[in-house]
């Protein structure tokens, strides 16, 4: 079921399967939206009540003001579990989705079931990604995001993996196209301005999973070895073979992992 409803004060497009016991929230990545999980959703329904949501500023949800802070948008999260009658849930979120999952751990915990990070992490910006951040509101406010849909796609995806995934990838350039200008710089605003998380996952004591790619270029190896270096309470699992997207690139395994995670708690 999709419909729109109004949560924390933001018009919201929400997908529900409705049914199941567990509940699993799906929350997508920068210039993505809902319909990004489709292939996982149809994976875990069987076993599991599935909610994603267009996170404010992409796909058709409310933009709201210049910046959108994480804590915002887990705010948004939070109000759509509540309409949705879901009171606690095991939180995914891919790439900025997990800046908004961690933000949603740190201000609702007692709607937090677990954990999960796919492709992601809780280190702020550094200075140079902030600086890369502020190109890409330069170039979208120069009325340049089509440059953005033509380079920025296939990036996501391991090497090997792009030539397999041309049609997705064509997909992700046109959800770029599509997506509205204020709601973009919103969201990059928000995502330059966030504080780091570290501290929030160490002291969470949820459980907390890492899903990385060996061929992510946005989170390297090296990087991502730090990162769960510094949070050994958390379970990690590798994508032998995905770059930044491994929901699409090994999506089979991605599912699996996520109902292993949750059916071990």
């Known amino acids: 079921m999709e419909k729109f409803l109004l949560a924390h004060g933001c018009a919201t497009r929400i997908s529900d399967t409705q049914k199941g016991d567990k509940v699993i929230v799906l929350l997508h990545g920068y210039f993505e939206s809902l319909d990004i999980w489709e292939d996982l959703t149809i994976l875990l329904r069987d076993n599991y009540r599935v909610i994603s949501l267009d996170i ?78 502020e190109r890409e ?33 064509n997909n992700l350039s046109d959800q770029i196209i599509m997506t509205e200008p204020e709601g973009a710089l919103a ?13 929030v996952m160490l002291k969470l004591n949820k459980p907390e999973l890492f899903i990385f790619g060996k061929l992510d270029d946005y989170i390297p190896e090296e990087i991502a070895l730090e990162i769960a270096k510094n949070q050994p309470q958390a379970e990690v699992v590798w994508l032998e073979n995905s770059g930044h997207m491994g929901l699409i690139e090994e999506k089979e395994l991605v599912a699996e992992t996520i109902h292993a995670f949750i059916q071990a708690q």
């Open 187 to 199: 969201i990059l605003r928000g995502m330059a301005a966030r504080s780091d998380k570290n501290d």
């Open 137 to 169: 509101i330069e170039l979208i406010i120069s009325g340049k995001k089509d440059l953005l849909a033509k380079l920025t796609p296939s990036l996501g995806f391991a090497e090997k993996n792009r030539v397999r995934f041309k049609n997705q990838i």
């Open 56 to 133: 404010p500023g992409h796909g058709i949800s409310e933009v709201k003001g210049e910046v959108h802070t994480m804590e915002f948008l887990a705010d948004v999260v939070a109000g759509v579990m509540n309409e949705l009658g879901a009171s606690s849930g095991t939180i995914v979120g891919h790439s900025m989705g997990g800046y908004v999952a961690l933000a949603f751990a740190e201000r609702h915990p007692d709607m937090l079931d677990s954990l999960i990070l796919l492709h992601s992490a809780p280190n702020s910006d550094t200075e140079l990604k902030k600086s890369h951040r």
